[in-house]
């Protein structure tokens, strides 16, 4: 299993929209040293081009584009929406909680984002939407991810 | 009919990568309930076009855009709902007599 190198999260966030929300997730990635600086906007083109179908549950989006996008190394981060923002999804929105990754190349994720799908089973959403704020939202998160 | 092979699933998404390897770990669960030995791959809409899987699982926006590529198509709204995919998958399976 590939180990995560980065687990950052962000609460109460500001975003204007779908694409200010999706840069916001993504940017947390850059800011961590995870993903290059291009990646914000690759993530935007992805909804652009494929629809809002990386909303994949009530109120939650998975962010993320390919590893040629900007990916350096497996991270991911969590952000909360101050306040939520429609994407456009039939069933799925609002959105108020954002999960995004970046991977190195289009395996290393994998083993990360299986314990991201078992921990989001096991109630990881309504965690970090119940945080008091970043640490709190990043240690619950590291603890969902434990070979980060 | 019944298969005398493992049934063939695809999960299928915008780029292959992450929400529909969501979507397959909870088919992969929910098939696992129901008994079903079958093999559970995951891809990106535009790679999917070239498969021939028995039954392919995708968000609306994309299964309507592969709706013959598969013998069954099953829509799933929520990534995260093993219940309610099994429930699907138990129905439409069974109707090809493959449950």
Not at chain 1, 51 to 63: H, N, Q, S
Not at chain 1, 114 to 136: I, K, M, N, V
Not at chain 2, 26 to 48: H, I, M, Q, W
Request: glycine share 10%; with cysteine; proline share 5%.
């Amino acid at each position: 299993m590939a180990v995560v190198a980065v687990v950052t999260a962000r609460g109460a966030v500001p975003a204007a929209g779908w694409r200010e929300a999706v840069r916001a997730a993504a940017s947390a990635l850059v800011d961590a040293g995870a993903a290059g600086g291009e990646y914000p906007d690759a993530c935007v083109r992805v909804v652009e081009r494929n629809g809002p179908y990386i909303v994949l549950t009530k109120g939650l989006a998975l962010v993320h584009a390919r590893p040629e996008d900007g990916g350096l190394a497996v991270g991911v981060a969590a952000v909360r929406l101050a306040a939520p923002v429609e994407f456009g999804h039939p069933d799925n929105d609002p959105v108020d909680l954002l999960l995004a990754f970046c991977t190195p190349d289009p395996d290393a994720h994998v083993g990360t984002l299986s314990g991201l799908a078992r921990a989001l089973s096991g109630g990881l959403a309504g965690r970090l939407r119940a945080a008091s704020g970043d640490e709190d939202m990043t240690r619950i998160l590291k603890e969902a991810l434990p070979d980060a | 009919m019944a298969l005398d092979r493992r049934l063939e699933i695809l999960a299928v998404c915008g780029v292959g990568m992450g929400s529909s390897l969501m979507l397959k770990m909870t088919a992969e669960d929910a098939l696992r309930s129901l008994g079903v030995d079958a093999a559970v791959e995951n891809t990106d809409l535009s790679t999917a076009r070239g498969m021939t899987p028995d039954v392919v699982i995708g968000q609306g926006m994309h299964t309507a855009e592969i709706s013959d590529l598969a013998p069954v198509v099953i829509t799933v709204s929520d990534f995260m709902d093993k219940d309610g995919l099994e429930a699907q998958l138990r129905e439409r399976l069974a109707e090809r007599g493959w449950l």
